[in-house]
């Protein structure tokens, strides 16, 4: 057996798709439900509106369309499996992406979900790319979609400002590590000490297994947004520079960086620290608010990549939980 044979391929992204649902959600609209304004959310959080899912759709709704869009956009209607990020499964049991890929015509793959709240995305593409690189699928579909609106507490404020629903899609497929669209290395990592940060604290065994009834508010998502934001800043700080001394990059190499969207301030925060000029920085915060696991393709489409560009991606969110990795940006048109 030659080298060559011996050698693992690369996971290349060759597709993106994203869909967000229809209904919009102005920061005024808010207002008239919350003790909050246009004003204030602006300021913090840079965020003017964010979708929402309507009753009748669910987290699959919007993963199907995303993966629809992804696997036209890589010129190829196959994948023989299918990864979906997400915090908001359709129900806890069964996993959501079974019966995506079954709507998507894909029948008899592997599919299954994975949970790292807001990092979701990057951990679906490790597990995407080294599916590839073992040899174990040809082409995956990795999908990041959340539906946190279904999650918020209607009387939370600060949870309600923030979060909106999407999805988004990418195809990855084996090739070369030099080539563009080639994913890796990656810096992945958690602080499980810190898990009480962000929490949705009732609905799980350790509720059920003390036979005690949840009060209500239990069971919606929270969130301690101080701590968030600091650990925010420090741990994607830290990732980059961890993958960037992995790639060989400096900060300067870096054309487009796609971070994930919870907060502009922690988008400025980051820019600050790594002393990133502010135009690399890719931002479509204003209009999709922080959609958790859909955050990082979502912004990819939106992000004005150019072929050749060296894009940084970084995630984080609950568990605590970060990731980020690079790629030159391949021929690639979002559907
Ligand atoms: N409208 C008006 N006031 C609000 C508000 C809203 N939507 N949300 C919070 N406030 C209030 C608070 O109640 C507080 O009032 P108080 O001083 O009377 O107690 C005040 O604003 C300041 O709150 P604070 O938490 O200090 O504000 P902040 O500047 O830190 O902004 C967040 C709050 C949530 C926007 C910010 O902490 C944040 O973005 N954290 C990170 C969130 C995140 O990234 N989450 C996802 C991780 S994946």
Redesign the pocket.
Known sequence: MTARQWSRPSAVLCGLGTYLPPRIVTNDE?SLE????DE??RN??GIRRRHVIEPGSATSTLAIEAGRRALKSSRHDRADAVVVATTTPDRPCPATAPEVAAQLGLPGVPAFDIGA??AGFVYALAIGAGLISSGIAERVLVIGADTFSTILNPKD??????FGDGAGAVVLRPGEAGEPGALGPFDLGTDGDLADL?TVPAGGSRQRAEGTTAPPADHYFT?Q??S??QQ?VLRMTESVQRVLAQTGWSVDDIDRFVG?Q??A??LTALAERLELPRERIVSNIDRVG?T?AASIPLALADGGLRPGHRVLLTS???GLAWGSTVLRWPEVTPA
């Open positions: 808010l919350l003790d909050t304004t204030w959310i913090r959080t709240v807001c404020r600060t949870t309600r400002a923030i962000i969130m947004g101080k968030v934001f925010a994930h919870a907060n301030r922690i922080n958790a984080f969110g609950g």
